[in-house]
């Protein structure tokens, strides 16, 4: 849950610039008792350094401490009281390592720093750095703020351009030996799309590989190209590329695909929830109209599968007659290597022989709040000493929620990539993620805190079988019998569930699906 912080003035800006590299330089008279310039959007807020003078300070505002570019939004800049400055615990170094500084403590009042008059008057102009326009904005009391947005010209953008770009597609083009990867919307480098990736570069050196990225909220590998979704690059990476590979169903409304290029859908995980066509019925699911998911399905020239029963039920849902293959899930393949393991608990600074446990709700489509049923705070005050609490919250509403970091739990929903966090992992926690199919590669322990089973099977998604005869482990309705469970319960009582469902849901899981699929897809 955010705190609520006082606002008062913080001091003046007397000057604004921009360095070669893309920093943006703030310069203000007064002294900053904090040392720190704070910008917050949301529940989100991150901190740079402050220089102080005499009579002046100067702070250059860059990437942030995970080693990324401000996403998209309007971001109010603060200058914390020493109350409201950096406690040691927290925020991914750009390495994604755990470093020791960044979460803001929940108490303290958050001065605004304003505009000079002559700022004001004339601020600087929208400043284009890598894939967004920064703007500096004001309030009628001088208070300042940077607004982000992707870089898009306006050419790019809105319903004009989508119309230009299908009346101008040219009905033939060549095809270079190329890829483009999507996964989630641009969202992230990570998924089935990474693990195939990799697997391509590996095989394919000569191969160029491209990934969207919506907001620039990620880093990819040495010579890989990224592109800004919606952006005349993006659009002759599609136009042009021999192999399109994404992890859900949505490309930008403008886009044809040309003839001779192979589409691969890798979706995103075993379905236990009810998908596309199947939804009907159900009040509360969002669906993709059907002549749209006709349209995208319609481009599919591959579909991954991890299973039989995952075969039959993506066919149905997505109306889908093309070629399936049931390769195992690529993303997977890191959970079988236990180097894998071990790095992933290195990025994420976990030392020693802690019980580590991972808390990873999906998300509701009737939840416009995105609230966490299980309290973190909570749990990580009952477990014991050696037990360190990781909380995945859903990437849709994550940007959204403040989860406190301490010696016994940390947020790690902005950590790249969930299959890190699955290798790292002792136990599981959760309630309806495709994240059990996956952990079941493990053999480790799963909790399934479901406290609305009823409603969400009955009225919010459906399932496709019978969930609580067949999860493999606890299934519980109450947070205290997730409490007591993971500190007293006998989770080895379930083995025989465990292994029934691994052999029926991830039979094909061996740590070599991408060879598989890049086999099939370049030989």
Request: charged content about 25%; proline content about 7%; some cysteine.
């Amino acid at each position: 849950m955010a705190t609520a912080r006082r606002t008062e003035s913080g001091g003046e800006i007397s000057t604004i610039r921009w360095t070669e590299s893309g920093e943006l330089v703030l310069e203000g008279t007064g002294r900053c008792p904090a040392g720190r310039i704070v910008l917050e959007r949301g529940a989100e807020r991150h901190s740079w350094p402050v220089r102080q003078d005499e009579e002046t300070w100067t702070a250059a505002v860059g990437r942030t401490a995970e080693g990324l570019p401000l996403r998209s939004g309007t971001w109010r800049v603060l200058a914390p009281s020493p109350e409201g400055t950096l406690s040691p615990e927290g925020t991914l170094s750009p390495e994604g390592a755990v470093s020791p500084e960044g979460t803001l403590s929940p108490e303290g009042t958050d001065a605004r720093v304003r505009l000079s008059a002559a700022l004001i008057a004339d601020p600087p102009r929208p400043r284009v750095t890598g894939f967004h326009e920064i703007s500096v904005r004001t309030s009628r009391d001088g208070d300042l703020s940077l607004a982000v947005r992707p870089a898009l010209g306006p050419h790019e953008r809105g319903p004009y351009a989508t119309r230009r770009r299908r009346a101008v597609a040219p009905r033939r083009t060549t095809l270079r030996d190329a890829a483009v990867f999507d996964s989630y919307g641009g969202g992230q480098y990570s998924c089935n799309p990474r693990a195939v990736s990799e697997e391509l570069a590996r095989r394919h050196p000569g191969m160029e590989i491209v990934w969207v990225t919506r907001d620039g909220q990620f880093a990819v590998p040495p010579g890989v190209r990224l592109v800004l979704y919606g952006s005349r690059e993006h659009e002759e990476a599609l136009r042009t590329s021999r192999f399109v590979v994404a992890n859900r169903r949505t490309q930008p409304g403008w886009y044809r695909k040309p003839r001779g290029q192979t589409v691969v859908q890798t979706w995103h995980g075993t379905p236990l929830k009810r998908l596309g066509l199947d939804l009907e019925g159900m009040p509360y699911a969002q669906r993709v109209p059907r002549d749209e998911l006709a349209r995208q399905v319609a481009t599919w020239d591959l579909l991954l599968s991890p299973s039989p029963f995952a075969t039959s039920a993506l066919r149905g849902a997505f109306g889908y007659e093309g070629e399936i293959l049931e390769s195992g899930y690529p993303r997977n393949d890191l959970l079988f290597d236990p180097a894998r393991a071990r790095a992933a608990r290195r990025r994420l600074g976990l030392t020693g022989d802690r019980r580590i446990i991972l808390y990873a709700p999906t998300w509701r489509d009737d939840d416009t709040g995105g609230r966490l049923a299980l309290d973190p705070v909570r749990v990580a005050g009952a477990l014991g000493d050696d037990d360190l609490l990781l909380v995945r919250a859903h990437y849709l509403v994550a940007r959204d929620m403040t989860i406190p970091n301490g010696d016994r739990i940390r947020d790690v929903s902005r950590f790249p990539d969930m299959a890190d966090l699955l290798a790292a992992a002792d136990v599981l926690v959760t309630d309806y993620s495709s994240a059990m199919f996956d952990f079941a590669c493990t053999g480790r322990p799963m909790v399934f805190f479901t406290h609305d089973l009823e409603h969400y099977r009955d009225e919010v998604r459906g399932f496709y079988f019978d969930f609580e005869a067949e999860a493999p482990g606890p299934v519980l309705g109450t947070a205290d019998d997730v409490l007591d469970v993971l500190r007293y319960g006998d989770l080895g009582q379930f083995a025989a569930r465990y292994e029934g469902f691994a052999r029926r849901y991830c039979p094909w899981d061996d740590g070599h699906a991408s060879a598989r699929v890049v086999a099939r897809v370049r030989p």
